[in-house]
């Protein structure tokens, strides 16, 4: 069993909480969030002490890591403060907006001997690993198209989209890392388009809210991410990859397989899982015990902090592209 506490006890903050207080190989020793009714909330429900201070919490020489699922602009701080306190940590995308900011974090923890995870909880999920494990184990051949669908159901509030950091880095974010994860070699070069067609208040922000990205590897493999803030028939996420043997894809997921016919409709289904905690579930869970394994086992984490870095480094390639209207060439150094 090892001894984690939660930095950032906000929406995700508390799915964590729970997972980390419903898992046998944790005990959740403390809450910490810089509004304290929150962390007293958390910690109170799993019975957990609510930390006044970062410190407090890094300076339990028991602790061995920590979850930071606090605000984005927090994560480079906590990540660095934890890391040289020689506590691992699982961070929730993304590391940061800015990849100085991320560069500076990556030297300040070179030297730390911890594992260091980055949340993409997507890799964990049954059906998009299903994908992933079949592609590797050579079902689709070699891989020479990738489709990903990454729709939300609503957009959010405008005050969430003021420091979001824009579609990209925000939520397409996730598809460039299962890109990644998906294709068997690096992309080189990216060309974005990105549209406000669903809220005119996140133009007035300087974002889009419908984006596609096309995307290719040195060998000419090609991948292609559309992103929506809004699908009316809810959570929309699929990815499918084609290769010279065939095609491998992970459909929707829906609370069960009912399908009902009657006289006007037919194959009618109940509507997708509304958003991400609802659709990812086993994924979060499967993320929290990949970490455990890692820090157990000392391996090293399975989703890097180059693998946020370079997600990153995507997301500013397509702001470039759409910036330039024409093709950005991609590079990781
Ligand atoms: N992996 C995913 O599916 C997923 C989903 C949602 C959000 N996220 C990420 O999780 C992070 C949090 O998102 P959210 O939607 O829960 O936001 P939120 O605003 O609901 O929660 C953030 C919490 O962090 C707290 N906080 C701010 N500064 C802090 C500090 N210095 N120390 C400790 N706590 C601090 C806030 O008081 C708040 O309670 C973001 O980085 C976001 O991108 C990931």
Not at 65 to 93: N, P, R
């Amino acid at each position: 069993m090892i001894k984690m506490a939660l930095l950032g006890a906000g929406r995700i903050g508390r799915m964590h909480a729970d997972n980390l207080a419903a898992n046998p190989r944790v005990e959740l020793t403390s809450v910490y969030d810089v509004y304290a009714p929150a962390a007293q909330e958390v910690a109170e429900r799993h019975g957990a002490l609510a930390a006044a201070d970062v410190a407090s919490v890094l300076e339990d020489e028991g602790l061995d890591a920590v979850l930071i699922a606090s605000s984005t602009d927090t994560h480079v701080d906590l990540i660095t403060a934890a890391a040289q306190a020689g506590k691992a940590v699982l961070c929730e995308k993304p590391i940061d907006l800015d990849i100085a900011r991320v560069d500076q974090c990556r030297a300040a923890i070179a030297d730390c001997d911890v594992t260091v995870q980055i949340g993409f909880n997507r890799r964990f999920d049954p059906t998009h690993r299903g994908v992933y494990e079949a592609v590797r184990a050579g079902e689709a051949g070699k891989i020479e198209q990738i489709i990903i669908t990454s729709r939300d159901p609503a957009p959010p509030p405008a005050a969430y989209i003021k420091v979001s950091g824009g579609l990209f880095r925000d939520m397409m974010i996730h598809d460039f890392d299962l890109a990644r994860f998906l294709m068997d070699e690096e992309f080189v070069a990216l060309s974005a388009m990105g549209s406000v067609l669903v809220d005119p208040e996140i133009g007035a922000l300087n974002d889009v809210d419908s984006a596609m990205v096309v995307m290719h590897t040195a060998a000419g493999s090609q991948c292609h991410i559309n992103c929506s803030r809004r699908a009316v028939y809810g959570y929309d996420q699929r990815v499918e990859v084609f290769g010279s043997a065939g095609m491998v894809r992970s459909d929707n997921r829906r609370p069960t397989n009912v399908l009902r016919d009657t006289a006007t409709r037919t194959n009618v289904s109940d509507p997708l899982t509304n958003f991400f905690i609802d659709r990812y579930p086993e994924a979060y869970d499967a993320e929290l015990n990949d970490f455990i394994d890692a820090v157990e086992s000392g391996r090293g984490a399975s989703v890097t902090f180059e693998d946020g870095r370079r997600a990153l480094i995507l997301a500013d390639a397509a702001n470039e592209s759409l910036r330039i209207g024409g093709v950005v060439d991609v590079s990781y150094d």
